[in-house]
Each structure stands twice: as C-alpha cells, then as structure tokens.
C-alpha cells in the first residue's frame, strides 16, 4: 500500500523540480533508502504537490514566504535550497535583502546575520 497518492506525487514532482531544479531533486530521490524513501515521497506529495500544487499563490511568493519562515526557525540547511529555489522563481537579490531584513526584526540580528551568510554563498554561485 502506497503512502501518498500518486497524482499529487507526480504534481508535487514537477513543483519541486522546477523550483529546486531537476539534478537537485533527482539525485535526492536516488538517495533515498527503504528508511527514507516513504517521507520522500509523502514530502513531495503533500509539500510540493498539495501545498505548492494549486495556483492561489505564485511560486515567487511561496518562495518569499518559504525563506521568511525557514529563516524564522532557523533551519539555515533548508534555507540555502530554498534561497536557490527562490531565485529560481524570480525573486530578486534585493527581495531577498528585504526579507532577510524581517527575519532580523521578529527573529533578532544574530539569526538575520546567519541568512545574510548563507544568501551571499548563493548569490556568489550564481
């Protein structure tokens, strides 16, 4: 019996790929073992195909939302993939900027310092 349904695998699939992009999320799929695989395929599923899978909100504003969040817990892993996605889906230096500059005020200067870090290592990539 399957974990997740398949057609919002598959919808979450493509989502996933064209943020993150196609190599990323293949080779992160490869990865996956009997352990990991089941939470790999619900988390494309019910991230990338329910929660990214409708058209309410433009990918560029998930991805705004998605830095300010993940900066807000701090999770500065996660954060650099989605600051790459982010950029993928249009959003620009001075977005990121403005949006690292409110994980500053609701979430302090030391965490708005780690994002400004790790978004410099990204922008130097591109």
């Not at 900066?71 to 690292?100: D, F, P, Q, S, Y």
């Amino acid at each position: 019996m399957s974990t997740f349904d398949e057609d919002l695998f598959l919808k979450g699939l493509e989502q996933r790929k064209a943020t993150l992009g196609a190599d990323y999320v293949e080779k992160n799929l490869a990865s996956a073992d009997d352990f990991t695989r089941p939470f790999q395929e619900a988390m494309t599923a019910w991230c990338w195909g329910f929660g990214w899978g409708d058209d309410v909100i433009d990918p560029k504003t998930r991805s705004m939302m998605n830095l300010a969040m993940i900066g807000a817990l701090g999770k500065m892993h996660e954060w650099e993939i989605h600051c790459r996605g982010a950029i993928n889906n249009g959003v620009t230096k001075e977005e990121i900027r403005a949006i690292i500059h409110v994980v500053g005020i609701y979430c302090g200067v030391p965490q708005a310092l780690e994002c400004f870090r790790v978004a410099r290592k990204v922008l130097e990539e591109q």
